[in-house]
Nanobody, 119 residues
Framework: QVQLMESGGGFVHPGGSLRLSCVAS????????MEWYRQTPGSQRDLVAS???????YYTPPVKGRFTISRDGAKNTVYLQMNSLKPEDTGLYYC?????????????WGQGTQVTVSS
């Protein structure tokens, strides 16, 4: 049974910082991708940042230089450090992983954590 638990969301003023965490529980052969998505009302979930276990990262252009994704492989945890937050960063942030479990590939989502940036 794979479960993802996100934490760290909240309310912050523009220019502030938040750190999101996502812990993946279960037995994995390998977690290839650990990712953060953002969804706002009426919109689809959009990829914000991705960490690949081969050592590469991706950021959507609006967050480059402000957000940092990192992974603790020993804890199966991914973090998203968000600095210089803007109102347009507001949304429900979801953690997603792509992993191999019992030699089968799959993907799993967390329940989401709300981030609100407002003055």
């Amino acid at each position: 049974q794979v479960q993802l638990m996100e934490s760290g969301g909240g309310f912050v003023h523009p220019g502030g910082s938040l750190r999101l965490s996502c812990v993946a529980s279960g037995t994995f052969d390998r977690i290839t991708h650990m990712e953060w998505y953002r969804q706002t009302p009426g919109s689809q979930r959009d990829l914000v940042a991705s960490d690949v276990d081969l050592g590469t990262s991706y950021y959507t252009p609006p967050v480059k230089g402000r957000f940092t994704i990192s992974r603790d492989g020993a804890k199966n945890t991914v973090y998203l450090q968000m600095n210089s937050l803007k109102p347009e960063d507001t949304g429900l942030y979801y953690c997603r992983i792509r992993a191999v479990v019992n030699a089968r590939r799959g993907e799993w989502w967390g329940q989401g954590t709300q981030v609100t940036v407002s003055s």
